[in-house]
């Protein structure tokens, strides 16, 4: 079964330094989306992108943040200047088709952690 | 915005014992999605369920839209079945999903 993939697996950086979360969705789905869950808590929706362009993003996304689909597979999250609060597990999703309602497919997540 | 909440928090069962696992939602919705997320982290898809009652091995799932709520059936549970299982929704006209608290499941062997 087509799957969504997610490197690193963990990611270690310190405070201030610039990371790059990728994911590479399901080939066939338009529609890609970047939550995050801090330790213990809900996930949280931070954007969603659909024909190269941000469709949606929460009061999280803000200019911290930015999202990039470089090429035809590979969909990316950018958090510039990171601060303590940004650690979190990272969660890339896509869905297909036209629907909005289509199901997402969760990848297995980042976890990032500022030092 | 929608408000999605689930009960218990918490729930310990011994290896073998059935639950059930709700999920309240407070608006009318035309998607809902149930997770497992292990104790590695990883979110996997269990159902997708606007409606209706679907079942997959020991696991099923039944939303009833109308009355704005879904519950998850786990029968015969097994150690594997250890982690927090999340109910999640679209905000209307929106695709961002709205996620539930979880419910934390540990089954003790």
């Known amino acids: 079964e087509p799957e969504v993939t997610q490197t690193p697996s963990h990611q270690v950086t310190q405070m201030g330094q610039e990371v790059i979360l990728r994911c590479v969705p399901i080939?066939?789905?338009?529609?890609f989306y970047w939550y995050r869950q801090i330790l213990g808590q809900k996930v949280e929706f931070l954007v969603s992108?659909?024909?190269?362009?941000?469709?949606?993003k929460s009061e999280i996304f803000d200019d911290q943040f930015s999202v990039e689909r470089p090429d035809g597979s590979n969909f990316t999250l950018k958090i510039r200047s990171t601060k303590l609060e940004d650690s979190a597990m990272y969660f890339c999703?896509?869905?297909?088709?036209?629907?909005?309602?289509?199901?997402?497919?969760f990848g297995p997540g980042t976890r990032l952690t500022v030092l | 915005g929608i408000q999605v909440e689930q009960s218990p928090p918490d729930l310990i069962l011994q290896e073998g014992a059935n639950s059930t696992l709700r999920c309240n939602f407070s608006?009318?919705?035309?998607?809902l999605q149930w997770f497992h997320q292990n104790p590695w982290g990883q979110l996997i898809n269990l159902f997708y369920?606007?409606?209706g009652t679907k079942q997959n091995g020991r696991l099923s799932a039944t939303t009833v839209a109308t009355e704005r709520y879904s519950l998850l059936y786990i029968s015969s549970s097994q150690t594997t079945d250890s982690g927090v299982y999340f109910c999640?929704?679209?905000?209307?006209?929106?695709?961002?999903?709205?996620f539930g608290t979880g419910t934390r499941l540990k089954v003790l062997a």
């Open positions: 369920i606007p409606s």
């Open positions: 999640a929704v679209p905000t209307s006209g929106t695709y961002k999903y709205i």
């Open positions: 080939s066939n789905h338009l529609y």
């Open positions: 992108f659909y024909n190269n362009e941000i469709s949606e």
């Open positions: 999703a896509s869905s297909g088709g036209l629907a909005r309602t289509d199901t997402q497919y």
């Open positions: 608006d009318s919705v035309n998607n």
